[in-house]
């Protein structure tokens, strides 16, 4: 009688299990592990869609950008900005190409007597 009832059992989950997939399952419907007397069975087709959805749904979510980008601004990025130029430019921003810089130091030689000194 019991080997009946379970037969019965495991037709009516496998006949629900089936009803359910072709609904089409989602990633949070519960698989059905079907057990008569000691005799323990997965539903196997049903774990591999499941990964199969949570794999799908991974690959759909929208990707991270990151957080500076060819469209960042220059002071985000690190590189010169008008307020870099100004300060290394000088009074030359704007004039010409070359950066302001000191005159070049002039070395004399201590050894060698200037002109016009006796």
């Known amino acids: 009688m019991r080997a009946l009832i379970g037969a019965a059992l495991t037709v009516a989950l496998l006949l629900s299990v089936q009803a359910g997939h072709a609904q089409g399952a989602s990633v949070d419907a519960p698989c059905v592990d079907v057990q008569v007397g000691t005799q323990h069975e997965p539903d196997l087709d049903c774990i591999n869609r499941q990964f199969q959805l949570r794999a799908q749904h991974a690959h759909d979510a929208p990707v991270e950008l990151a957080p500076i980008?060819?469209?960042?601004?220059?002071?985000?990025?690190?590189?010169?900005?008008?307020?870099?130029?100004?300060?290394?430019?000088?009074?030359?921003?704007?004039?010409?190409?070359?950066?302001?810089?000191?005159?070049?130091?002039?070395?004399?030689?201590p050894l060698i007597n200037p002109p016009g000194a006796h």
């Open 69 to 109: 980008g060819a469209g960042s601004p220059s002071t985000a990025v690190g590189t010169a900005n008008q307020a870099a130029a100004e300060e290394k430019m000088g009074s030359a921003f704007g004039k010409s190409a070359q950066p302001q810089r000191p005159q070049s130091p002039v070395f004399v030689s």
